[in-house]
Structures are given as structure tokens and as C-alpha cells.
T-cell receptor, first 109, second 112 residues
Framework: AQRVTQPEKLLSVFKGAPVELKCNYSYSGSPELFWYVQYSRQRLQLLLRHISRESIKGFTADLNKGETSFHLKKPFAQEEDSAMYYCALRGGGADGLTFGKGTHLIIQP | NAGVTQTPKFRVLKTGQSMTLLCAQDMNHEYMYWYRQDPGMGLRLIHYSVGEGTTAKGEVPDGYNVSRLKKQNFLLGLESAAPSQTSVYFC???????????FGPGTRLTVL
């Protein structure tokens, strides 16, 4: 069965420090992975998808098939990055998403 | 375009009551999904639809029913609500299997 693991429930870093949110997956086929962000009391928004290989809001994520990981990184955290971050894998029913449990990122001033 | 909208935004039910959550999208999307979000659990897929008149079970379908009579609407029903169904419910849609899912704002449901 496919699975997405986000080992950190909470991650707190200071403004200007680097950020890395970990995501590991288990999937038998060719994975398609996403990062979604949910700001306080807002809907989920797509942040990144691995096939587009772009940088959004300074965040990047690289798919590492050998380590089955898709970690999200940003070199210099900003206070507005505080949010819940979900890693997701396409492949649920009719290609619904399988989500990790999420990491709450707090950027301290 | 309003995108994906959900009605109601909040609701409190007593155990055993029934209700229907409405999801509407104006993007002519074929695929629609219902997820529930629980603290420490992430989002889990309840039911989904690949087109008008079709529905199927997701990961956690027990206690819920769905209908997709019109392409733009996806209804989630609770026939006899239980406290375990206290959650935030998100609807999502996308145009095809290979496109991004767009999420609604969520419905916060409390069952007492």
C-alpha cells in the first residue's frame, strides 16, 4: 500500500535560517509527488509538484527515488512561511492524493 | 470564477442527526473528491467521482454517502452522525487525471 511519511509534526526555526521539511514515500509505481501548504484558516494550496521542477516562494523539492524522499527546502525562512505543510502522493482512488500527516512550520522572529 | 465552494462553513450536529455537505465547482472539472482532515492524521480520501453520475469509495468511506447528479456538484451525506465524524471536510476537483487538484475552503463539522 502506498504511504507518505512526514516524521516531524512540528518544526520551529528562526527567521533567516534554512528550512528542510522531510517527506518519505512508499509506492510501487512511478511516483508523482506534491507539496501543499495551508496557511492559518485557509484552504490547501499547491506549492510544488516534482514534475515541474520549479521554485515557488523560494521553496524547492527534489525527488530522490533511491531514498524515496521528496524533502522541501528553503535557504532563508521568512515569517510568512509559517503554515502547515503536507506532502502528497498521487495514486489514491481515481488518482486521489495520499497525504502525509503534515508538518507545522513555525518561523520565529 | 468562484473555484471550489463548500456549504455550509460550520455546522454542529447531535449524534444521530443527518446532514448534507455541498461542494460546487464552476471550472467544468470531471473529477471531484471529498477528504476529511483530522489533527495528526492529515487528509484522508472519503469518496470520489470521475464524472457526472459516478461515485466510488475512497480510503475512509464508512458512515458517508455521496451523489454527483450534476457535474458541478458533489454532495456528501451523513445519515446518522457520530462523534467520530467530527472533522474538517475538504472538497477538491480537477479537470483530468493529470492535473492539479483545487481545494475548497472546508466545512468544520462538530458532532456532539
Amino acid at each position: 500500500a502506498q504511504r507518505v511519511t512526514q516524521p516531524e509534526k512540528l518544526l520551529s526555526v528562526f527567521k533567516g535560517a534554512p528550512v528542510e521539511l522531510k517527506c518519505n514515500y512508499s509506492y510501487s509505481g512511478s511516483p508523482e509527488l506534491f507539496w501543499y501548504v495551508q496557511y492559518s484558516r485557509q484552504r490547501l494550496q499547491l506549492l510544488l509538484r516534482h514534475i515541474s521542477r520549479e521554485s515557488i516562494k523560494g521553496f524547492t523539492a527534489d525527488l530522490n527515488k533511491g531514498e524515496t524522499s521528496f524533502h522541501l527546502k528553503k535557504p532563508f525562512a521568512q515569517e510568512e512561511d509559517s503554515a502547515m505543510y503536507y506532502c502528497a502522493l498521487r495514486g489514491g482512488g481515481a488518482d486521489g492524493l495520499t497525504f502525509g500527516k503534515g508538518t507545522h512550520l513555525i518561523i520565529q522572529p | 470564477n468562484a473555484g471550489v465552494t463548500q456549504t455550509p462553513k460550520f455546522r454542529v450536529l447531535k449524534t444521530g442527526q443527518s446532514m448534507t455537505l455541498l461542494c460546487a465547482q464552476d471550472m467544468n472539472h470531471e473529477y471531484m473528491y471529498w477528504y476529511r482532515q483530522d489533527p495528526g492524521m492529515g487528509l484522508r480520501l472519503i469518496h470520489y467521482s470521475v464524472g457526472e453520475g459516478t461515485t466510488a469509495k475512497g480510503e475512509v468511506p464508512d458512515g458517508y454517502n455521496v451523489s454527483r447528479l450534476k457535474k458541478q456538484n458533489f454532495l456528501l451525506g451523513l445519515e446518522s452522525a457520530a462523534p467520530s465524524q467530527t472533522s474538517v471536510y475538504f472538497c477538491a476537483s480537477r479537470v483530468s487525471s493529470y492535473n492539479e487538484q483545487f481545494f475548497g475552503p472546508g466545512t468544520r463539522l462538530t458532532v456532539l
